[in-house]
């Protein structure tokens, strides 16, 4: 067989080639602008031009700092294409964070947003590395005290639309870095390949998995500096898909709007995104039969949200499981054929968890006697591995701890069903533990958001003299005039769940404490319950 690298910079030349009509529509601060892949092309090749003329060499970082938009699509394939490493920043985290990861990473030039920028400037003076910052903006420049300032139109003009990408790539060259989300420590660094990314977004592709296609229009609603928009982006050029990206802090009737002027087919994002999104259809009319899957990971669906999605506007939903280290994609929920005829709620109880492996992949899942039995009962820790796992982190002596004898170990509990689906039960750091028996406080969460008054819920644990620990739920009310007991939402899940699992007590919030990418912040909510109890004794 031939050899041929797997490099990122085909996927752009394939949709140039074989899509070049096809649209790109880009949300920025100044509107909507669309491109064509033709177009695209072009402007990425002067882009990569531009970035040779500064110096950027083969391995250096080059950061981003922005939403999802046409510009930082057209990074996603010309850092790559020179040979250097995109290196995606999520600009939810701290100052403190931004600054470490920048500086860990090395980073020689960052790429911002025009309303990100006063944070970059504001650490700028702490970052050792960057030479230099171009905005990414449709106006004129902010004055800045940054010596090396560019706008990104006026940067990528001298470039050559003719460029030619960098041949000479080895496939597991880094072509891509993130860094987790961390909710302790310091976070960590993740480098993707060439190969891992073209294979991950193959594995996008598959009709069994996300199934994306060039007759989809796709709106990736996750950031693109959240693991790389969960790498559709990659996927949809490669593929030829429309593109919508929605640009700055998005609202849910921007989203609306958006699928139903655009004909979104496919969508993607947490399960913070899609509660948004579904209230606002509640309460507005919009079209929504363009969509033939919402795509949901970061963290479990509630089932009632699935079955709205399902039922009430008939729209397929597609749970979906991943984490930085895995690129992300390792599980789409999908009924097998012979499924299709079961009983509604059974229908409901699969698509409810985190789904099959996807092809490419391995896993195992390790309880204390070995590997568990696929029983649906027995819980253990879900390992992985296959060519688009991560086997380290990037110069962190965390590696060991998390990456033993070639699995990810993923930190997350799960069972198995007979049928080999997963169903992540938590973190092994948020399971709850109750006179010696384990409490799902995932399955609470879910069980808690179908009351029809319930936007959000999380449980936790506080420490209990007899039990060791005791579940307790933090609940946000869709109404909150609508006076829901605390004994009401108990009596709802109640019939459920044992009696030892039920919750102790029901604190009603008005926001729960949330992660950069949108999970619950637990460590966070936890202290907030502590000190919630400490007032009120």
């Not at 490099?7 to 064509?36: D, Q």
């Not at 879910?446 to 039990?467: G, I, K, Q, Y």
Request: proline letters at 5%; hydrophobic letters at 40%; charged letters at 25%.
């Amino acid at each position: 067989m031939m050899k041929g690298d797997l490099l990122i910079p085909s996927m752009l030349e394939r949709a140039e080639r074989f899509f070049p009509k096809k649209e790109v529509v880009s949300r920025t601060s100044s509107g909507i602008h669309r491109f064509t892949y033709k177009e695209i092309g072009k402007r990425t090749r002067k882009l990569a031009d531009r970035l040779q003329q500064f110096g950027i060499q083969r391995g250096q970082k080059v950061g981003t700092l922005a939403w999802n938009h046409h510009r930082h699509l057209e990074l996603y394939f010309a850092v790559p294409g020179i040979g250097a490493v995109v290196h995606t920043i999520n600009i939810r985290l701290s100052p403190e964070h931004i600054i470490y990861i920048i500086n860990h990473a090395e980073d020689e030039i960052l790429f911002v947003d025009e309303d990100v920028f006063p944070l970059v400037e504001a650490v700028y003076d702490k970052l050792k590395t960057v030479k230099a910052v171009v905005v990414m903006t449709d106006n004129e420049l902010p004055e800045s005290k940054i010596e090396s300032v560019f706008s990104y139109e006026e940067w990528i003009r001298d470039g050559s639309e003719s460029f030619e990408f960098v041949k000479d790539i080895d496939e597991t060259e880094p072509a891509g870095m993130c860094f987790t989300s961390a909710t302790t420590g310091n976070p960590k660094g993740v480098v993707y390949t060439h190969r891992s990314t073209v294979l991950h977004s193959m594995s996008l592709s598959l009709a069994d998995s996300a199934a994306l296609s060039e007759s989809d229009s796709v709106m990736a609603v996750v950031p693109m500096f959240h693991v790389n928009a969960w790498g559709i982006p990659y996927a949809s050029t490669w593929m030829g898909s429309t593109q919508v990206m929605p640009g700055p802090r998005f609202t849910p009737d921007l989203l609306a709007g958006m699928i139903e002027k655009e004909q979104v087919t496919v969508t993607a994002g947490v399960p913070t995104i899609w509660l948004a999104l579904l209230k606002e259809l509640e309460e507005n009319d919009y079209r929504t039969d363009s969509l033939r899957a919402v795509i949901c990971g970061g963290s479990a669906a509630p089932a009632g949200m699935i079955q709205a999605f399902e039922e009430k506007y008939n729209v397929p939903f597609l749970h979906a499981y991943g984490m930085t280290e895995t690129s992300p994609l390792a599980t789409v929920s999908r009924l097998k054929s012979y499924q299709l005829d079961l009983p509604q709620e059974e229908k409901l109880a699969v698509r409810a968890k985190q789904g099959l492996l996807i092809p490419g992949l391995e896993m195992k899942v390790a309880g204390s006697g070995g590997e568990v039995a696929w029983n649906d009962e027995e819980m253990g820790e879900l390992l992985l591995r296959g060519p688009w796992i991560a086997d380290s982190y990037y110069k962190d002596d965390r590696t060991d701890e998390t990456f033993i004898d070639g699995w990810l170990h993923t930190g997350d509990v799960c069972t198995v069903d007979e049928e080999g689906v997963i169903k992540i039960v938590d973190r092994t750091k948020d399971l709850i533990k109750s006179g010696g028996e384990w409490i799902s406080s995932v399955d609470l969460e879910n069980a808690l958001m179908a009351h029809e008054n319930v936007f959000e819920a999380s449980v936790v644990s506080v420490p209990d003299p007899e039990w060791q620990e005791r579940p307790v739920a933090c609940v946000v009310l869709k109404d909150a005039d609508k006076n829901t007991s605390k004994e009401e939402v108990l009596d709802f899940i109640r019939p459920t769940f044992a009696k030892w699992w039920l919750p102790d007590d029901v604190i009603f919030m008005e926001e729960i404490p949330k992660t950069s990418v949108g999970k619950f912040l637990k460590r966070a909510l936890r202290d907030q319950v502590q000190e919630y109890y400490k007032q009120t004794k």
